[in-house]
């Protein structure tokens, strides 16, 4: 998916370097009548490897790269000299990039921490000299190994970002607005429905710790077959630890936007559907106190419910502490 400078996936066709071949060559210096073989081995081709980088947020840096080819290894030369190996491609990826193969849609690996490393294509290895084949029965091999092909694959990159807690919550639900509070992230702001195009994070800190809040750009019924933003943004809910249902204090019928949220994360993903969670009415602002009672005994049975409002921070101490309590539990 691509909004500006945010790409969440990209498809692009990589191949590693061949290996060098081995080298065929026979010792000839004066006084040595019978030097014999002394052919080197060729060098590893190189391999297109994956590295995670915390400061990298996009796939941006990647928007061009259709192909990414490694460098072959050289070959082997003679008195048993090795050829070079080939130069590894190194990619810096953010954390919580996924690698599928295109052709069958198996997943290669993930990168999750900073640092590391995921080799999605492996250089060919380098043929032997023929030095490697002398025997006393074989006393000058004219022969080599040939190098190794690298491996070659059409893969997908994707990008599921990794945060403490996701908000979850129809377009207008107040999303950006809370996360503007609770960190100092700065997403955009508007009162029309989609006006969070692409994930924004923040870090929300609670006396002497702090957490991550990812605002997923809003769900509307029917967004796991597509209608809506789709399930371009579902997958980046499939990393939260926790998530925060809002939905606002306007709503018509707060259970059944509750049900339908959570029902579009189980199709999506099962799993998504028990993650721990909270559910925040936004706009309390709007409530009088005796609609304040009135609206928390009309939120789902069994569900942690709170009041806020991000415009007044009515209840956002509250909220900072029960996340945190939430995902201190995980």
Known sequence: MDTGNFIDAIHVWVRAGKGGAGAVHFRRERFIPRGGPDGGDGGKGGSVILVGNKHQSTLFHLRFQKHIIARNGQGGGKSHANGAHGQDIMIAVP?????????????????????????????GKGGLGNAHFKSATRQAPNFAQPGEQGEKRAITIELKLIADVGLVGQPNAGKSTLLATLSAAKPRIADYPFTTLVPSLGVVTY???????????????????????????????????????????????????YHMLRQELAIHNPLLSKKPHLLAITKA????????????????SGVPTLLISSITSFGISHLRKKLWQLIATI
Do not use: W
């Open 207 to 257: 006396h002497e710790h702090s957490f991550t809040v990812a605002d997923i750009p809003g769900l509307i019924q029917g967004a796991s077959s597509g209608k809506g933003l789709g399930i371009r943004f579902l997958r980046h809910v499939e990393r939260n630890k926790a998530l925060l249902y809002m939905i606002p204090a306007d709503d018509q019928n707060i259970q059944a936007t």
């Open 95 to 123: 954390l919580g990039t996924v690698v599928k193969d295109r052709e069958n849609g198996t997943i290669i690996g993930e990168v999750l921490q900073d640092g590391q490393k995921l080799c999605i294509a492996h250089g």
């Open 285 to 300: 602002d709007i409530l009088s106190e005796p609609a304040k009672k009135i609206m928390l005994s009309q939120a789902p």
